[in-house]
């Protein structure tokens, strides 16, 4: 199931999903009948921006997803008390991030007052392990707040173009907050570790997604600012839905650089989720074959980097293959969403990395009537699928659509039952469910709404508003099982995996057993 970690909801949490409720929710997944949970990207935001994919940082973990009840140097009124403030103004995520903070400032004090030599030990063994990134981070994160959160193109010029004078008179300054950012790092990092433990101990696999590029202001670009086109923002080209394209504000790789040191970057970062995830879903891998960008002086002056599509087939075969290289035992699924080249999917499909069927989306588009595919169609290698964070809800879509392409996507999937054609109800839902999870498709992960029915979606694409990205599930994980209603519902969704053969008890080491 596909449910991001600012979502989860537990009893010790602190207004937001946290790492503490993975173990609670690995539970739930597992009485649901899944093994595989698909969260977003976990990298650190900055203290206003909600959305996941547009980090400060696509290395470091978001230090507001750790759990600071676990925390040494923490009693339990303190943190109480933070709680209750955060529960003043559940939505703004300033205020949260910056409690967050306090409350990490108290711990990281307490352990250089009282760490004992292991910790200290364990810390400065993360730290050395971590360097070739961890140092930058520590060291942008620490000069952000220094400069009020100003943007880094702003800061004072030895600062911003990384005069190692500058770099190493702000090292001694401010020596003492870039070990506080570096620990808080080793906190999420052991937390995560100890979580990923506790899962793999129920036989639950845990998948990441590598979102397709730092933020403009991030640490990674103030670091490696040659491998990125700093006069250009990647987008999207027009289509059907925009007539000059999207522009996502994200900065332009520089792809002849990026080429000339291995992909080193890329690299890292694979490495990195390798530490952390048993899959990975690459974001928009389209884009590692051709970026579209646009200067930043102007929205409408697009194109594609490489400009051939000899040299887009050659780059992203050559980033896959890198990606590849660096994954080792986790498997790889390609988000290859929009307008797709014919030679992308030839190159997936020569990797056999999973790429998307959404059943709504599967139609052939240049047949009369244009018909709804049967899940029964799908490729091995595949993710089925209701939908993404990014789309409406099953239940939203299945309102808008008229009872025409309502009769057509339940013939489609097979549905013979015509009271389907009513309102979206919980047979309906079962149905559609069951026909994916029947297909031949290896991967089947199925946003957690989808699941239950319900209406509330992550991100409306193109918007800007309070509900993006914020919301939450319903329930704390942990506690699903206590409402008589509720077990029933879940026992009902467990019931179609098995039905299907897409879930039946293993043991924990058994990573070959038949995945859902």
Request: aromatic fraction near 10%; charge should be negative; glycine fraction near 8%.
């Amino acid at each position: 199931m596909m449910v991001p970690l600012f979502s989860i909801r537990s009893a010790d949490d602190f207004g937001r999903g946290e790492i503490g409720g993975l173990a609670a929710l690995g539970e739930l997944a597992l009485a649901m009948g899944q093994r595989l949970i698909q969260l977003l990207p976990i990298d650190e935001t900055p203290p206003g921006e909600a959305s996941p994919y547009s980090a400060t940082s696509v290395l470091a973990i978001d230090p507001s997803y750790i759990s600071a009840w676990e925390l040494a140097g923490i009693d339990a009124t303190t943190y109480r008390k933070a709680c209750d403030e955060a529960a003043k103004d559940p939505i703004n995520l300033a205020r949260l991030r910056t409690l967050k903070d306090t409350l990490l400032s108290e711990a990281f004090h307490y352990f250089k007052a009282e760490g004992g030599a292991d910790e200290r030990k364990a810390f400065a063994a993360f730290a050395a392990a971590n360097r070739a990134w961890l140092d930058d981070y520590a060291m942008f994160r620490a000069l952000t707040e220094k400069f009020g959160s100003a943007q880094w193109t702003n800061w004072p010029r030895e600062l911003s173009g990384r005069e190692p004078g500058a770099l190493a008179a702000a090292a001694r300054v401010l020596a003492e907050r870039i070990e506080g950012f570096k620990f808080a790092q080793f906190v999420a990092a052991r937390q995560w570790r100890a979580a990923r433990g506790r899962l793999a101990a129920r036989g639950v696999f845990l998948g990441g997604d590598l979102a397709f590029s730092p933020a403009r202001d991030s640490a990674e670009v103030w670091a490696h600012q040659e491998m990125f086109d700093l006069s250009r923002a990647v987008g999207a080209p027009p289509d059907a839905f925009s007539a000059i394209g999207q522009r996502w504000d994200l900065p332009m790789p520089n792809w002849r650089r990026m080429r000339a040191g291995g992909f080193s970057f890329i690299r890292l970062r694979v490495r990195m989720a390798r530490e952390l995830f048993d899959f990975l879903r690459i974001d928009h891998v389209v884009g590692l074959f051709r970026t579209y960008g646009y200067s930043v002086c102007d929205a409408t002056a697009g194109a594609f980097d490489p400009l051939s599509e000899e040299a887009q087939r050659a780059q992203g075969e050559a980033v896959l293959d890198a990606v590849l290289e660096e994954a080792g035992p986790m498997e790889i699924i390609a988000e290859d969403l929009g307008v797709i080249p014919p030679f992308v999917r030839e190159t997936l499909a020569r990797l056999d990395l999973p790429g998307y069927k959404i059943a709504r989306w599967e139609r052939d588009w240049a047949a009369p009537g244009q018909p709804f595919h049967s899940p029964a169609s799908y490729p091995r290698s595949a993710l089925a699928t209701t939908g993404t964070h990014d789309t409406d809800t099953l239940a939203e879509w299945w309102e808008t659509i008229s009872e025409t392409e309502r009769r057509e996507f339940i013939d489609g999937l097979g549905i013979e039952d015509q009271a389907a054609l009513s309102a979206f109800d919980d047979r309906l839902r079962e149905q559609i469910i069951s026909a994916i999870y029947a297909s031949p498709a290896r991967l089947a992960i199925f946003p957690i709404q989808d699941l239950f029915g319900w209406k509330d979606r992550i991100n409306t694409p193109g918007t800007i508003g309070p509900d993006n990205w914020r919301w939450r599930m319903p329930f704390a994980a942990g506690e699903a099982l206590a409402d008589p209603n509720r077990r029933k519902a879940i026992e009902k969704i467990r019931a179609l995996a098995e039905r299907t053969g897409r879930f039946a008890p293993a043991n924990a080491s058994d990573r070959k057993a038949k995945r859902k």
